[in-house]
C-alpha cells in the first residue's frame, strides 16, 4: 500500500505538493486541510460583469521556468501581456517607466529624466567612477544600497513603486539577495559599481527571440484553472477544516520501531488524523505555532518573518472608458493617493467585451487598510484616485472588494539564512512550502512546493 501523506493548506503550494506527492507515489492516500470556502489560497478567480478575473495574484514572472513548466505538464495554456508598460505616479505626474532598469535601479543608458532631478541624474551618471565597498555575503535593504549608490530619489521614486506593489512593502525593509538575488550575485563576483551589476543582470536575461518578449504570464482562463487542474491530477481528498496541533505519534513496537504513522494531527473539531509525512504549506504565523512544541527552533525562525496585508477592489467600467494604452500605474512614496497600484486589466491582457476590467491594490506593510478599512470606502478611494489620475468619473458597472490578511510576506535582510536555518530544524517526515521562503511569486511557491513533496518522499523511503 502506498504512504498516507497531510498537506495543511490549500493554496498554490499545497495544491503542487500534493500533485508532486501523487507522481511519486500513485498509490499514496492524499488528504489536503483548509478551512475556506474554496481551494487556491490567494490565487482567486472571480467573475466580475460577467468576465473572469483574478482578484489575488494576477500574473507570474514568465521568466522563471517553474509555472511555464508546470502548465506545459498539466496541458494549459499560457498568456502574455500585450506589451504595453507600466506609469510611474510621482510628484503628482505620471511618467513612463524606464527602460534598462532592475526592479527600478538604473543600468547604464537607463533614462530616468523627469523622473528625478538633475542632481540625481548627476550621482547616477558618475555612480561608476565611484568606489564600491561591498563585502562578500552583504545582505543590505535595497534601499541602503540603492540611496548610497544613485541617491533617495531613486528609491523613492523608482525602486519602491516595483517592491510595494509586490511585497506590500518598501525597499527600507527588503532585503537585496530576496528582493533581487541577482544582482546580489553580480556583486559576489567583484562587479565595479551597482551600475556595472545592472548590466550584468541585463545581460543575462533569458532571450526568447522575439521582438518584445512578455515578462508576464498568466493562466488562460484564470489561475482556477491551474487550481482545478492541480486538483484533479492529484486526487487529493480536501478536509474543510484547520489543523490546530501536530505532534509525533507515540506507538512503538518492541523493537524500537513505530508502531503506526508517523505524526498525528488535530483538526479545530477534535478530530485525530495520522499521516506517514505532512507538508506545512502555510503562512508563516500558523507554521510557527504549529511548529512550536515539535521543532522550536525552526518556530522561532517562523516568527522572525513579518507579514503585511492587501486588499484588491476590482472594478467593470462601462465599455469605452477612455483609459490610457498603458497597463497600469504604481504609486512612489508619498503620493497623495490612496492605492499603491491600479492594474488596467483590459489593456495588459487585451481583454475585449462591453466593460473595462481594472484593479486597484491597498495595503502596506506597517499599515492596516487591509485589515480595518470598510469596502465602501475603499471603493470611494478607487473611484477618487481615478478622477484625480485620468479624470474618469464613470460610475462601474460592477466591483468586488478582495482582502488577503497576513498574506504578504517580508523578506528582510538575512532572509536566506533565516530560512535555511527554519528547514534545517525540522524533523524528518516534516516539510515546509509556501510563499515566505524562497520568494513570494508563484514560481518560486511552485519551486518550494516541489521540494517540499521530494523532501518528505525521501524521508520516507529511508524510514
Request: proline share 6%.
Amino acid at each position: 500500500m502506498g504512504k498516507t501523506y497531510c498537506v495543511v493548506g490549500g493554496g498554490i503550494s499545497g495544491l503542487v505538493a500534493a500533485y508532486r506527492l501523487r507522481q511519486a507515489d500513485p498509490s499514496a492516500r492524499i488528504t489536503v486541510f483548509d478551512p475556506a470556502d474554496r481551494l487556491g489560497g490567494v490565487l482567486r478567480t472571480e467573475r466580475l460583469a460577467g468576465q473572469s478575473l483574478d482578484v489575488g495574484a494576477e500574473a507570474f514572472v514568465a521568466r522563471r521556468p517553474e509555472v511555464t513548466a508546470l502548465l506545459k505538464e498539466l496541458g494549459l495554456r499560457q498568456i502574455g501581456t500585450t506589451g504595453v508598460r507600466p506609469l510611474i505616479c510621482s510628484g503628482g505626474r505620471l511618467h513612463p517607466m524606464p527602460d534598462g532598469t532592475v526592479q527600478g535601479i538604473p543600468g547604464p543608458g537607463a533614462n530616468l529624466r523627469g523622473l528625478v532631478d538633475d542632481a540625481t541624474l548627476a550621482q547616477i551618471a558618475s555612480e561608476p567612477t565611484r568606489p564600491l565597498h561591498w563585502q562578500l555575503d552583504a545582505d543590505p535593504t535595497v534601499a541602503q544600497l540603492v540611496g548610497d549608490r544613485f541617491g533617495t530619489q531613486v528609491v523613492t521614486r523608482s525602486v519602491d513603486p516595483l517592491l510595494a506593489g509586490v511585497y506590500a512593502g518598501s525597499a527600507k525593509t527588503i532585503g537585496i539577495r530576496s528582493a533581487i538575488p541577482a544582482l546580489a550575485a553580480a556583486l559576489d563576483r567583484g562587479a565595479p559599481s551597482l551600475t556595472a551589476a545592472v548590466a550584468s543582470v541585463l545581460a543575462a536575461a533569458p532571450q526568447t527571440g522575439t521582438p518584445s518578449p512578455s515578462v508576464f504570464g498568466a493562466v488562460d482562463g484564470g489561475y482556477a484553472v491551474l487550481v482545478d487542474e492541480l486538483v484533479r491530477r492529484s486526487g487529493a481528498q480536501w478536509v474543510q477544516v484547520g489543523i490546530e496541533a501536530l505532534a509525533p505519534e507515540r506507538g512503538e513496537r518492541s523493537d524500537g520501531r513505530n508502531l503506526g504513522r508517523a505524526w498525528q494531527l488535530r483538526d479545530d473539531e477534535g478530530k485525530l488524523w495520522s499521516a506517514d509525512a505532512v507538508v506545512l504549506a502555510l503562512p508563516a504565523p500558523r507554521v510557527a505555532t504549529l511548529l512550536a512544541d515539535i521543532a522550536p527552533g525552526s518556530a522561532a525562525m517562523a516568527r522572525l518573518i513579518p507579514v503585511a496585508s492587501a486588499a484588491v477592489v476590482a472594478l467593470a467600467l462601462p465599455g469605452g472608458t477612455p483609459l490610457p494604452q498603458q497597463s497600469g500605474v504604481l504609486m512612489a512614496a508619498g503620493e497623495a493617493l490612496h492605492a499603491k497600484a491600479i492594474t488596467l486589466t483590459s489593456r495588459k491582457w487585451g481583454r475585449g467585451g462591453n466593460v473595462e476590467l481594472l484593479r486597484l491594490s491597498f495595503g502596506r506593510f506597517g499599515d492596516d487598510l487591509a485589515r480595518n478599512v470598510g469596502d465602501d470606502r475603499l471603493l470611494a478611494w478607487s473611484l477618487e484616485d481615478l478622477r484625480t489620475l485620468f479624470g474618469i468619473t464613470a460610475e462601474p458597472v460592477d466591483y468586488l472588494v478582495q482582502r488577503w490578511i497576513d498574506a504578504m510576506p517580508q523578506y528582510g535582510p538575512g532572509h536566506l539564512e533565516l530560512v535555511e536555518e527554519l528547514r534545517a530544524g525540522l524533523p524528518s517526515g516534516l516539510a515546509v512550502a509556501g510563499g515566505y521562503l524562497d520568494g513570494i511569486g508563484v514560481p518560486a511557491c511552485v519551486a518550494a512546493a516541489t521540494r517540499a513533496a521530494e523532501d518528505v518522499v525521501r524521508a520516507g523511503r529511508s524510514r
